[in-house]
């Protein structure tokens, strides 16, 4: 990508987050697995948790501005001007990306996307029952959602239980780099 920005700390509920491209191994295997299972160029596509928007713009990079497709990136509002920010250093038309605020829990004004993209969204155990709840209201019937994590704590996985009770979840298994990226922790 042309641009990168990203450092600094952000207000999350009481406590500051660290505001970094989180574990790059993560959004990566997101990326690789996306890109390989998606061939779709006119699917509508939202990132929840998006940081600075490093998963989505180089999904948006990756389709090309040709496709018919556009990927929305997501996050809190003390994000929403570094998203923007990244957009425009990386030259992508405003009709292929765009940014906006999405706090986890107020997801019901957005339509359901046909796939949505979290990256390392489980790191703040407070906000797990919202991201559940976000994740409720925007996959529909024909949504597809790409997850990944790193497990930091046994309650990562609490979360995912919680998942596989509202959703059928299939991990990858057939991905020939999962006993790299598993021995990582990296769970997709």
């Not at 990168?4 to 697995?33: F, N």
């Not at 949505?116 to 407070?126: I, S, T």
């Not at 597809?144 to 299939?170: G, I, M, P, T």
Request: hydrophobic share 45%.
């Amino acid at each position: 990508m042309a641009g990168w920005h990203g450092t600094g700390k952000v207000l999350a509920a009481g406590g500051t987050v660290e505001l970094t491209s989180w574990e790059a191994d993560v959004g990566a295997q997101l990326l690789r697995i996306f890109l390989l299972g998606d061939d779709s160029k006119t699917a509508n596509r939202l990132e929840l948790g998006a940081g600075g928007g490093l998963v989505g713009l180089a999904i948006a990079l990756a389709l090309g501005q040709s496709s018919n497709a556009h990927i929305e990136i997501t996050d809190q509002i003390q994000l929403h001007s570094l998203m923007e920010h990244n957009i425009k250093v990386n030259h992508i038309a405003s009709e292929f990306v765009s940014a906006s605020v999405l706090d986890w829990g107020e997801a019901s004004i957005h339509k359901q996307p046909d796939v949505l993209l979290a990256a390392d969204c489980v790191y703040f155990e407070p906000a797990f029952p919202l991201l559940l709840q976000t994740m409720k209201q925007l996959i529909g019937g024909n949504t597809v959602c790409y997850f990944c994590f790193k497990k930091r704590r046994n309650a990562d996985l609490h979360f995912v239980k919680d998942l596989r009770k509202s959703f059928r979840v299939e991990d990858v298994m057939d991905d020939p780099d999962r006993g790299i990226w598993s021995r990582e922790r990296l769970f997709l």
